[in-house]
């Protein structure tokens, strides 16, 4: 139970508060109503440990995808159980404690309660429930398949999540040794070599090539270190900046789908997704233009998202979805050729199902090619550059020696 604290007025006009003891928002309302009450304002009141506690704005966290997925896989098994709506909503609320995401569909729970539709409720909230979450919720409450699409979503947001752990897993390594290797020679350059190479210069003895270039780039390192520090970081907020206006974003987005190496991938994981998402759309019952304008977001690439936009004006006028499609050139002619066929056979769900696990596995495929040939290349060239530092610092010695000797 909750306090709520109200605020009457009577048949005079006078103002008066309470407070009523309710489940819910809702509840309260009615109680009130019921008691031939004219309420005016109606807020919960905070309970002492949480006015004592931190503030909500520094607990409230981030909503993951898998969260989302998590959540909305629950509420989908306490559905398929037989519990009504409003039920299952406040089964989930108590499963997810007090956290962001558990305060969010508490607040979705009222509003289906005071008699708005879960898709209504969902919608109030668009920077937690996309609009592609809302649409298929909608067409299943009309179609009576509200457990099934839940259980859709959550398949669809895990795929997504686990899609991009996998991108994001296979690249972190060769991030990390570029970065770990191109600090070490930096510090190399700017505070260990000058102090040696001193040495060199006081004997006045001629050194070779690899030496003196070793020793000018580390001059070069250790007087502009920071310029080039500071020209690195501004360089890199120029390109966020860039990134953000609508040219530069269209620059970026061609550029990730045509990059020598990751190009391909990029491109396939862009694709998985949109095909996945507009096939679970289309089996949720959502309409095709409907469809292809929800997961035209879904694709989060500019050229992408253009070319499923302009498959949606063409099937708009009566145009297939491959012929559509097809136009682009983004999209390969096996996926082109699968969509078509599940057109002409009224499959087109499950082949855009089938697309999205094929171009899943071959990303998957690609991932582990690219990581295995990328680790060897890079501890190469790390191995050259820090094997050109040892023979430019042990020629200098190596001379000396004989002359002594």
């Not at 009577?10 to 509840?27: H, I």
């Not at 607040?107 to 937690?128: F, I, K, M, T």
């Amino acid at each position: 139970m909750a306090l709520f604290e109200y605020t009457q007025v009577n048949n005079t006009g006078r103002e008066s508060r309470g407070v009523v003891d309710a489940p819910s928002l809702g509840e309260a309302r009615r109680r009130l109503r019921a008691a031939g009450l004219h309420i005016r304002d109606l807020v919960e009141r905070p309970s002492e440990t949480q006015s004592e506690a931190t503030p909500r704005r520094w607990r409230t966290g981030r909503i993951s995808v898998r969260d989302l997925s998590t959540a909305t896989r629950q509420l989908s098994v306490i559905l398929l159980a037989g519990m009504p709506l409003v039920g299952a909503l406040s089964a989930l609320v108590q499963q997810l404690g007090d956290n962001r995401l558990g305060r969010i569909f508490a607040q979705v729970r009222d509003r289906v309660n005071e008699g708005a539709a879960l898709a209504q409720a969902l919608a109030d909230h668009p920077s937690v429930f996309p609009p592609v979450y809302v649409s298929m919720v909608e067409a299943a409450e009309a179609a009576g398949t509200l457990e099934n699409v839940l259980t859709q979503l959550a398949d669809l947001f895990e795929r997504r999540a686990k899609l991009m752990n996998k991108v994001k897993s296979a690249l972190a390594y060769p991030i990390f040794m570029v970065v770990v290797g191109s600090c070490v020679v930096v510090f190399i350059l700017s505070f260990v070599l000058p102090s040696v190479t001193k040495l060199f210069l006081e004997m006045k003895m001629r050194l070779p090539w690899p030496t003196i270039v070793l020793i000018q780039t580390s001059d070069v390192a250790a007087r502009y270190l920071w310029v080039f520090v500071i020209g690195l970081v501004g360089l890199a907020a120029a390109g966020v900046y860039a990134v953000r206006t609508p040219a530069g974003r269209k620059f970026w987005d061609r550029f990730q789908l045509r990059c020598p190496l990751f190009g391909d991938v990029m491109l396939k994981v862009t694709l998985s997704r949109f095909s996945r998402t507009l096939g679970v759309l289309l089996a949720s019952g959502v309409t095709i233009v409907e469809a292809l304008r929800l997961s035209e977001h879904v694709a989060g690439n500019v050229m992408i998202r253009q070319a499923a936009a302009d498959a949606r004006e063409a099937v708009s006028h009566g145009a297939t979805i491959a012929e559509s499609l097809g136009q682009s050139g983004y999209f390969p002619p096996l996926v082109v050729s699968m969509i078509a066929i599940g057109e002409q056979s009224g499959t087109v769900e499950d082949g855009l199902a089938r697309i999205a696990d094929l171009l899943e596995g071959d990303v998957e495929a690609r991932l582990g090619t690219l990581t295995s040939l990328l680790e060897p290349l890079l501890i190469l060239v790390l191995g050259v550059i820090v094997g050109f530092i040892v023979l430019a610092m042990l020629l200098p010695i190596f001379e000396i020696n004989q002359a002594i000797a």
